[in-house]
């Protein structure tokens, strides 16, 4: 049964623009994918800590020599971890933050990244045969040929970290210029239309 891993990051639920694409997704995979089942992973309600000294003691502690204090200090990285393992894809619906990702985005990957458990000894992924979409907002716009195209550090991030480790197969779908809906030029309900052949094929 294939598994769909949806991961969110927008604070602003209902007017999240990331959230109302990642929406569509699920539903547009869901039928593609009839039995399948989703796992919600919504990082802004998920109170995650930052990777902290015990957390750093315990990742490179052999398994079998863990403390129940250190192991404790894991069990948040851990559920996590099933969670992506047990996904043959992954959606982040997520806004641009700062030219980046939102710091709960990056306190998941933090968690996520274990070496020997994620990442091999050798610096090899370990998680294969898996996809994933990201559904990045913008305020601005990023598109190719724009004049801040570059300044877009979010997607080649989520690339280079999902690659590290083992997710090459990464499609990121750019939904630029929210600004707009902000600024009533447009509405929610139209700007979120005009991605809906990126998110078909995304999730098909
Ligand atoms: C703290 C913060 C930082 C932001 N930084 C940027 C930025 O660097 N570039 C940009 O284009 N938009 C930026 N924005 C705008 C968001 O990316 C935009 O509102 C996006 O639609 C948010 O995603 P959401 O609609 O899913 O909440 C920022 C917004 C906030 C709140």
Redesign the pocket.
Known sequence: MACLLVIEA???FE?????ILTAQFVEKWTRAHPNASIVVRDLVRSNLKFVDLPWIRASFTPPDQLSPDLAAALTTSNTLIDEIVAADHIVI?T?????SIPAVLKAYIDQIVRLGVTVSMAYEGMLKNKKATVIL????D?SPGAPFEAANVATAYLKQILGFIGITDVNVVLAGK??TV?QGQTTLVDFVKQFDGAISAAAA
Do not use: A, I, V
């Not at 806004?95 to 030219?99: Q, S």
């Not at 907002?137 to 601005?140: E, I, L, M, V």
């Open positions: 927008s604070p602003r007017n999240s623009t990331s959230r619906g806004p641009m933050y700062n030219f907002s913008t305020g601005g990023f929210t600004l902000d």
